[in-house]
């Protein structure tokens, strides 16, 4: 099982701010994830890395955006927020099997 | 069509019951099968990981996969009030490739 870790938790921000929400794990998994989920609804995968200096554009179209210049860290930075950002982002981590593992999630609220 | 529809629940059950998960799938390349339980406000964890068609049983949970219909099935024995939860299949066609998630299932298990 992989330790992945996500902070905030909780954040509430106004409208037009600009916040980060980090990811980091410590089992050296190259590939990495980061999904958006409203409550109760379907998981959507907004950004992935196979590794460093790697990141795409996931199915759901996001103003995010992502970096990932160390193995362990894959930040996800919103230039200025909107309140059509509030939602659950979950960021997630895979190894050498063909498994994922989920981080606590970061619950973003935009007034 | 989706590529992954999953039993809409909400399902509630007694505790001790038997429960059945299920979702079906279009794509025939899916290879890899998970099921993860989500409890609320947390990010998913991963319960069960299977490759190509057949059972895995890990203690109270057996997870079946039949790629001849695009099918598979998560049992749940004796069920617990602590099994309440958002069960969540997912799919993957290659190995380390991006994951479909289904929408899930909410489970209650009432004492």
């Known amino acids: 099982e992989a330790d992945i870790y996500q902070t905030p938790r909780y954040l509430v921000i106004g409208t037009g701010k600009k916040i980060t929400l980090e990811c980091s794990q410590t089992m050296g998994h190259d590939k990495m994830y980061w999904y958006q989920q409203d409550p109760g609804m379907e998981l959507h995968l907004i950004h992935y890395s196979y590794g460093v200096n790697s990141t795409e554009k996931g199915d759901l179209s996001s103003e995010s955006t992502v970096s990932r210049i160390r193995t362990e860290h894959f930040p996800l930075t919103l230039e200025s927020a909107r309140p059509s950002h509030t939602s659950q982002y979950l960021c997630?981590?895979?190894?050498?099997?063909?498994?994922?593992?989920f981080g606590e999630g970061s619950w973003l609220t935009v007034v | 069509q989706k590529e992954v529809e999953q039993d809409p629940g909400p399902l509630s059950v007694p505790e001790g019951a038997i429960v059945s998960l299920n979702c079906t799938y279009s794509?025939?390349?899916?290879?890899?099968f998970m099921w993860y339980r989500q409890y609320s406000r947390k990010g998913p964890e991963l319960l069960m990981y299977t490759y190509s068609s057949g059972n895995k049983e890990d203690g109270r949970f057996t997870a079946q996969v039949d790629k001849s219909s695009k099918y598979i099935s998560l049992f749940i024995r004796d069920s617990q009030p602590s099994d309440s939860a958002t069960y969540l299949c997912?799919?993957?066609?290659?190995?380390?490739?991006?994951?479909?998630f289904g929408p899930g299932t909410r489970l209650s298990v009432l004492p």
């Open positions: 794509n025939s390349a899916f290879q890899y």
């Open positions: 997630a981590s895979g190894g050498s099997g063909n498994t994922i593992y």
């Open positions: 997912a799919m993957s066609s290659s190995y380390g490739q991006n994951f479909v």
